[in-house]
Each structure stands twice: as C-alpha cells, then as structure tokens.
C-alpha cells in the first residue's frame, strides 16, 4: 500500500512564501509523484503545477512566475516553492501521484493566505 503525504501549509501573509513537501511511503519506489493540485471551497479540484522526470513542467496560468515545482528522485518527494502568495492562492493542497494504473492522493493541506 501507498501514501502521499503532504506536509509544509499553514498561515501566511499576502506577499510570503511556503514550501509544501510531498512525500511517498510504503512502496515508495512504485509511486510516481505526478504534481500539485489546489481546491478552494466551493470550487473544483484544480491542477497547481506538474512535472515529469525528463524536467518539462506545467503551471496554472495563476501561478506562473510565482510557483515552481521540483522534485528530490532520490527521495521520491516533489515540493511547491510557493513565492508571493496571493489571498486567491487560499485552498486545501494535494499531491497526486500515479500507481500500479491508478492515481492515488494525499490528505491534503491547508494553506490559508491573510490580506
């Protein structure tokens, strides 16, 4: 059995940063970590960022300049580098990754921007 686990929300101020981790456990080398996606409430679940091994990456248009995913191989983990967070960046943040022909998730974590 697999795990993502999200670690790195919290509260932070309009104009900070954060770093959100991503971590896989239990058959860890079997997991690939696919990227981040963001739910704020009453709103659909939505692609933050991805990235594949070869380095090509994806980002929101909302994020663009302010984000930037990557990832540590050896330890099988994918962070968000979150720069200039906005009060509209506020969401529930998970991982995604892909497993055995399934997509799997984290719990999520919370990331709460103040004004």
């Known amino acids: 059995q697999v795990h993502l686990v999200e670690s790195g929300g919290g509260l932070v101020q309009a104009g900070g940063s954060l770093r959100l981790s991503c971590a896989a456990s239990?058959?860890?080398?079997?997991?690939?970590?696919v990227g981040w996606y963001r739910q704020a409430p009453g709103k659909q679940r939505e692609l933050v960022a991805s990235?594949?091994?070869?380095?090509?990456?994806n980002y929101a248009d909302s994020v663009k300049g302010r984000f930037t995913i990557n990832r540590d191989n050896a330890k099988n983990t994918v962070y968000l580098q979150m720069n200039s967070v906005k009060p509209e960046d506020t969401a529930v943040y998970y991982c995604?990754?892909?497993?055995?022909?399934?997509?799997?998730w984290g719990q999520g974590t919370q990331v709460t921007v103040s004004s």
């Open positions: 995604k990754g892909a497993y055995s022909g399934t997509y799997v």
């Open positions: 990235s594949t091994g070869g380095g090509f990456t």
């Open positions: 239990g058959s860890a080398a079997s997991i690939y970590i």
